[in-house]
């Protein structure tokens, strides 16, 4: 229990961390920079993408903990999926409502920026990305790939093709060599094919199947799990040379990715060992985690437009930043308990009514497993 509370914590310092990478870049964008702030951005964009790592172990310990929930839901509820799916959308769909009318009336790239009734109702099903409409705030893309994530879990449950270390162990080298040759295909083509997509895919599953084997620990299983992360590192290298050598205007290089990714799972690995009474004090990050995901970008906007931007303040690049953060730790903190945990208590009681749970004292949190 006290690893768990630990990668509780990583999970909020992962997403403040995502909002950092975002501040920054845009203060690089808009000559907001001083030379203090124009070196962290060196240490922390240009080779090693901050950004990038937190949204990779954020998809490690989405894997660890939303697997193994759907698998519990077996054996209390009488219909598991049904009682998974209501969690989901409880714990999903509420704060990306919330995000998402706060990034119609707060865009923070354009401010003059005016988003199309159709644009807004498609986005509120979180499916934008998959009929190629455009996302009202960019990280939503990620959402995207969580939702496969649920799909894929669903019907490996349904089909009982998951459960078994081995199998999973089979599933994940599967996704490796998928991925594999559509990077040597858009390569080849030079064609802008979805890498990222079976890439974290893979990483949500290597997540899932390190906690099946304790962390790499079991005796039994625990060498299954060794064996994906270092096939996962054998092919992370083609992976990322034939799919990011030539830039398709997003500043693509191999070495960034192969960096980022590769420091996100040694970070998750590492965290997973890891007894969670040393991070305890950051426990509480764990919580609002979700809500400073979706909502920096919105907090951010609407700071500039009272007259706290970058620009507006005469801070140092690296203090500014720190403020922000701040603030939006101070947001999510009021958001988690005004709007978040009533709706957690009130989405429990949905779970266990629609779910009919098996066992009055087997309660799912749907923070918890999230």
């Not at 000559?31 to 990038?52: I, P, R, T």
């Not at 807004?120 to 790939?145: D, H, R, S």
């Not at 266990?352 to 749970?357: E, L, N, S, V």
Request: hydrophobic fraction near 55%.
């Amino acid at each position: 229990m006290s690893r768990l509370i630990g990668l509780d914590a990583l999970r909020g310092v992962a997403a403040l961390c995502v909002a950092y990478s975002h501040l920054i870049a845009k203060m690089k964008r808009d000559g907001q920079l001083d030379e203090m702030g124009a070196q962290l951005f060196l240490v922390s964009k240009a080779v090693l993408d901050v950004g990038k790592v937190s949204v990779l172990v954020l998809f490690a310990l989405s894997g660890y903990f939303v697997m193994a929930a759907l698998y519990k839901s077996r054996g209390r509820y009488e219909r598991p999926i049904t009682a998974f799916a209501y969690q989901r959308f409880f714990r999903l769909f509420p704060l990306y409502w919330l995000s998402l009318i706060l990034g119609v009336m707060f865009p923070w790239d354009d401010p003059a920026k005016a988003f199309s009734l159709a644009v807004i109702a498609i986005n509120a099903t979180m499916l934008q990305g998959f009929v190629f409409v455009e996302n009202v705030i960019g990280l939503y893309w990620t959402l995207q790939i969580e939702i496969t994530f649920y799909v894929l879990c669903i019907l490996l449950f349904a089909l009982r093709l998951g459960g078994s270390v081995r199998r999973d162990l089979f599933f994940l080298l599967a996704q490796y060599v998928f991925t594999l040759l559509l990077a040597a295909m858009r390569y080849k083509l030079q064609l802008k094919l979805p890498v990222a997509l079976p890439l974290m895919l893979s990483v949500c599953f290597l997540g899932a199947l390190w906690r099946a084997s304790d962390n790499g620990r079991c005796p039994e299983t625990g060498r299954y799990a060794r064996i994906a992360v270092v096939a996962f590192y054998l092919f992370l290298l083609p992976i990322c040379v034939l799919a990011y050598s030539r830039d398709t205007g997003f500043g693509e290089t191999w070495y960034r990715y192969f960096i980022s990714y590769s420091v996100a799972l040694a970070v998750f690995l590492g965290a997973s060992r890891i007894a969670g009474i040393r991070l305890r004090w950051l426990a509480p990050l764990g919580g609002i985690g979700y809500i400073v995901f979706l909502a920096h970008p919105s907090v951010f906007a609407l700071a500039e437009r009272l007259g706290f931007g970058a620009g507006d303040l005469s801070l140092p690049g690296p203090l500014y930043i720190a403020l922000m953060l701040a603030v939006l730790t101070c947001f999510a903190f009021f958001v988690k308990r005004t709007l978040a945990d009533p709706i957690q208590r009130y989405g429990d009681a949905v779970v266990r009514r629609r779910g009919r749970r098996l066992r009055e004292d087997a309660a799912i949190g749907l923070r918890q497993d999230a």
